[in-house]
C-alpha cells in the first residue's frame, strides 16, 4: 500500500487564488513528521513546511499552511494567494520514528504538478 | 550560509561502467540522505548516516550500490557496474540532528545520472 497518496497529478489555478494540494498518509507508526517540498523545473527539492504527529496548531509559514486532520490522516497543503512563481511540482513527505516505522529517511508522494496561470 | 553541494551535476556514463558521486552537507549537520527520484516520481530512500556511519541502508537497490562518509561530512555514493536503469537523479541531503527525531532535511541539486 502506498505510504504517501497525491491524488492530483497536475492543476491549473488562476494566480491569486488559494490552491489545496491534497495528501493523505498511512502508518501505524504515533510519531511521525509529515512534510512539503517543492520542486521548479530547476529540480532542486525547497522545503516548505512541517508538521508533526504531536502538534496541537496546524502549521503556518508565510503563504503556506498545512490543514492536518490525524483521524483522516490528511495533510494538504494550501497556498493562498497563488503567485505565477508557485508554478512547479509539490511532494508531500512522512518521516516514521516509533519501532512501526519505516526507513529513516523520507517517504515521497509522487507528486502534484502545480501550474498558476495569470 | 551555504547550503547542500553536489557534484557533477550531470554524469553521463557508459553501461557497466564505475561512477561516484558526490555530496557536500551543510556545514554542522551531523545527519546525512541519499535519494534517487526517477523521471515523474518522488524521491525513494537509499541510505542514511549519522555521523560517519550508515545508520540506515534499507534503501540500496542492490550491492551495486555503496555510500561512504568517512570523516563524517562529505559524502560519496558509489555505483558499480552501471545499469540503464540507475538513469535518474541522485539527490542528497543533510539535517542537524539525527537518531529518533525528527528534523528538516534540506536537499541539494542533484546530479543527473545518464546511463547509456
Known amino acids: ?118 | 550560509g551555504a547550503g547542500v553541494s553536489q557534484t557533477p551535476s550531470n554524469k553521463v556514463t557508459e553501461k557497466g561502467k564505475y561512477v561516484e558521486l558526490r555530496c557536500d552537507p551543510i556545514s554542522g549537520h551531523t545527519a546525512l540522505y541519499w535519494y534517487r527520484q526517477s523521471l515523474g516520481q518522488g524521491p525513494e530512500f537509499l541510505i542514511y548516516f549519522q555521523g560517519t556511519g550508515a545508520a540506515d541502508d534499507s534503501g540500496l537497490p542492490n550491492d551495486r550500490f555503496f555510500a561512504v562518509r568517512p570523516e563524517g561530512s562529505v559524502s560519496t555514493l558509489k555505483i558499480q557496474r552501471t545499469e540503464r536503469g540507475d538513469s535518474a537523479v541522485y539527490l542528497c541531503a543533510s539535517s542537524l540532528i539525527a537518531g529518533g527525531q525528527i528534523d528538516t532535511q534540506y536537499f541539494g541539486p542533484g546530479t543527473r545520472l545518464t546511463v547509456l
Open chain 1, 1 to 118: 500500500a502506498q505510504k504517501i497518496t497525491q491524488t492530483q497529478p497536475g492543476m491549473f489555478v488562476q494566480e491569486k487564488e488559494a490552491v489545496t494540494l491534497d495528501c493523505t498518509y498511512d502508518t501505524s507508526d504515533p510519531s511521525y513528521g509529515l512534510f512539503w517540498y517543492k520542486q521548479p523545473s530547476s529540480g532542486e527539492m525547497i522545503f516548505l513546511i512541517y508538521q508533526g504527529s504531536y502538534d496541537q496548531q496546524n502549521a503556518t509559514e508565510g503563504r503556506y499552511s498545512l490543514n492536518f486532520q490525524k483521524a483522516r490522516k490528511s495533510a494538504n497543503l494550501v497556498i493562498s494567494a497563488s503567485q505565477l512563481g508557485d508554478s512547479a511540482m509539490y511532494f508531500c513527505a512522512m518521516r516514521e520514528v516509533g519501532s512501526g516505522g519505516g526507513a529513516d529517511g523520507l517517504t515521497f508522494g509522487k507528486g502534484t504538478h502545480l501550474i498558476i496561470q495569470p
